[in-house]
Nanobody
Framework: QVQLVESGGGLVQAGGSLRLSCVAS????????MGWYRQAPGKARELVAS???????NYADSVKGRSTISRVNAKNTVYLQMNSLKPEDTAVYYC??????????????WGQGTQVTVSS
């Protein structure tokens, strides 16, 4: 099955931390960029952080300095460590990988989304 399995979301108090994990199935390969996106109620989906195959990272201004994206290529896994969480971080978070499956050309693969709720 071609899938991305996310974990680590949940309900936290403001100022707390979460680490989101996303494991892409092994039949997704030749993965280039990996990233995390989020969509808050009433807002468009936005990039939170991305990381290239070479480890180059990019962060949204709103999370820069308090979030860290990392990856373990051998495990098809990407992480997002979020610290000093704010109520404004409340959103559904989606994992995305740019890769190839046996059935088709290069494409973006998305996780199912995991809810992060930060209480004030």
């Amino acid at each position: 099955q071609v899938q991305l399995v996310e974990s680590g979301g949940g309900l936290v108090q403001a100022g707390g931390s979460l680490r989101l994990s996303c494991v892409a199935s092994r039949n997704i390969f030749r993965i280039n960029a990996m990233g995390w996106y989020r969509q808050a109620p009433g807002k468009a989906r936005e990039l939170v952080a991305s990381i290239s195959s070479g480890g180059i990272t990019n962060y949204a201004d709103s999370v820069k300095g308090r979030s860290t994206i990392s990856r373990v290529n051998a495990k098809n896994t990407v992480y997002l460590q979020m610290n000093s969480l704010k109520p404004e971080d409340t959103a559904v978070y989606y994992c995305k990988v740019d890769g190839v499956s046996a059935s088709g050309p290069r494409a973006d693969f998305w996780g199912q989304g995991t809810q992060v709720t930060v209480s004030s």
